[in-house]
């Protein structure tokens, strides 16, 4: 049969090889067809983000004592997983509520085994304490179950099985207990107040809205759980060549591709490509069977409706936060005097803090909007002071000279975070390597002015220096100044972010490991006695050893060891 596939008028024309994989049946292919779209992200089919990048909700019931995690990568776990969730405001609101509910614990498990008397959660209530012993297995294991029941809308029943709990201290006259019970099933009432949005009958169910604008489209997906509406999730779709029915089954295959939950039922605004095999692939492998409907009438229909209108709603409100940031381009390109409109920026910080450890970021902006796959990391490897212009210098010749030996494009405009130092580092580096069509402006930070300890000090306004002027210039546009000070902190978030975990991960339990006769039975014995790496450093080699294991040999080493340290 002749495929009349509207992409394929632009893909023939430009195909120079042509290869294949062969699969035993239909279901394979589509596996691999999703996989494959993954990995090479091809021109003509769908570009959404993978769903592993999505955050889910994770339940480690491997755990002896379960916690409750946010993951962007839900595959090859035993754990309870919840998800995926687009919005990563909603869910980290949603972690924190239950974190107020249900106090699970909250530490890591490396530290977790280490503990030997509760955490400050646990003072202020936030935490059992099963590190500790303060909670039983059994008792602790009822608090997980509540969380996974309402993780999976069975509100209701939380609430009735608390209110049994209350009721039976209450006539046991334990009645700190009772009104704690009572606390939380208030908490648990106010949220499903907030979200009770109810179907007629008590199932798992998927609503998808479809709302498109020639190459830009936004799926709405209403979550239905247990018959109780628990998610509102927009999905953008950009840089459309697709019709809409094999735009959106695109879609479906890589929104449950590797999820941790798929619902029973699955609807949509209009029939897709390949649905009757897309219907047998859910049904394998959520291991039951999976419906998918394109209702004509009915409550379903009523749903329909009501996710196209968010998924319109959320793109009319994206395409003006869109013209906002166009707006704030055109700003920059005025008034830092640009060839063209920057669509491309970098900045780039150094973070060292006076100390050895040093590194350096970047940060990529399209369209006035972060692109946090185009982030980078360096460490510095050249300087061994603290000198923020060598460290610049250094920074900068790696990435251009990267970017020429890959023939890479460059950006349309760099930030530099500090003054006119660092503008003139970039411009010699520049030179030095041959690139004579890169736009620079550094930013500084605002200045205080006034008496140390004066209450109210004088804020004077960022320095924005440009390449060939002498003194630094002033920025009226607020669109324009907004813009350049939001990339800034945002390098300098980054920056900051990586510097401490170098430092986390130096001073980390494993520098116990660097001392001579240490070895890891030794090092578990020192972090279970003591309870903490600082608490070691600080202790006397009298106090070392007292630690199980330890003689007064390896207690002179290890005090030697650290006290030999830099400061």
Not at 303 to 310: F, T
Not at 312 to 325: F, G, H, V
Not at 528 to 546: N, Q, V, Y
Request: glycine share 6%.
């Amino acid at each position: 049969d002749r495929d009349d596939r509207f992409m394929l008028q632009f893909l023939v024309p430009r195909i120079k090889d042509l290869d294949f994989m062969v699969t035993d049946t239909e279901k394979e292919a589509l596996i691999l067809e999703n996989n494959l779209i993954k990995k090479y992200r091809p021109r003509y089919n769908l570009r959404l983000r993978d769903d592993k990048t999505y955050y889910h909700l994770r339940v480690t019931t491997s755990e002896k004592f379960p916690r409750l995690l946010l993951t962007r990568r839900p595959d090859k776990t035993k754990d309870l997983i919840f998800g995926p969730f687009a919005s990563s405001i909603k869910v980290k609101e949603t972690i924190r509520l239950l974190q107020q509910i249900f106090p699970l614990r909250r530490c890591e498990s490396n530290r977790f085994s280490f503990r030997g008397r509760a955490c400050v959660n646990f003072e202020m209530g936030k935490c059992p304490g099963p590190c500790a012993g303060e909670v039983s297995e059994a008792d602790y294991s009822k608090w997980v179950e509540q969380v996974i029941k309402f993780l999976r809308g069975q509100g209701k029943e939380v609430i009735a099985e608390l209110t049994g709990r209350m009721q039976k201290a209450a006539e046991k006259e334990e009645y700190e207990k009772a009104a704690r019970l009572r606390d939380q099933i208030s908490a648990i009432r106010d949220t499903l107040e907030k979200q009770k949005v109810e179907v007629n009958i008590p199932l798992d169910r998927d609503v998808l809205g479809f709302y498109r604008e020639a190459d830009r489209a936004v799926v709405f997906r209403l979550g239905y759980r247990n018959g109780v509406l628990v998610i509102g999730s927009p999905y953008f779709l950009r840089q459309l060549r697709l019709p809409d029915p094999e735009t959106l089954g695109s879609f479906l295959k890589q929104l449950y591709l590797g999820s941790g939950f798929i619902p029973r039922e699955i609807v949509l605004p209009f029939a897709i490509d390949d649905q009757d095999l897309i219907r047998e692939w859910l049904s394998d492998s959520a291991k039951r069977k999976v419906e998918i409907f394109v209702p004509e009438r009915g409550d379903k229909r009523g749903q329909i409706a009501l996710a196209n209108a968010n998924a319109r709603q959320t793109l009319l409100a994206s395409r003006e936060r869109d013209k906002i940031k166009a707006d704030a381009l055109e700003e920059l390109k005025r008034v830092l005097r640009l060839k063209k409109t920057p669509a491309w920026i970098e900045c780039y910080d150094i973070s060292n803090l006076g100390e050895k450890l040093a590194v350096g970021a970047m940060v990529k902006f399209l369209e006035g909007a972060p692109d946090k796959s185009g982030y980078r990391k360096y460490r510095i490897k050249g300087v061994d002071t603290a000198n923020d212009y060598a460290m610049m210098n250094e920074v900068l010749t790696r990435r251009f000279q990267r970017a020429l030996q890959e023939r890479q494009d460059l950006p349309d405009l760099i930030i530099l975070d500090g003054g006119k130092g660092q503008l003139n580092v970039a411009l010699k580096v520049a030179k030095e390597l041959g690139i004579g069509n890169l736009e620079f402006v550094s930013i500084a930070k605002e200045r205080e002015i006034g008496e140390a300890k004066s209450a109210q000090l004088e804020k004077k306004p960022d320095r924005i220096y440009l390449p060939g002027v002498k003194d630094p210039v002033r920025i009226k546009s607020d669109l324009a100044l907004h813009l350049l000070q939001r990339i800034r902190d945002e390098a300098h978030r980054f920056a900051i972010t990586y510097h401490r975990q170098l430092r986390r991960s130096l001073l980390s339990n494993s520098v116990l490991l660097d001392i001579p006769g240490i070895g890891e039975k030794k090092k578990r014995s020192l972090l279970k006695h003591f309870g903490s790496l600082k608490r070691i450093r600080e202790a006397t080699p009298a106090d070392l050893s007292s630690a199980p294991g330890l003689s007064q040999s390896d207690a002179d080493r290890i005090f030697s060891f650290f006290h030999a340290l830099p400061k």
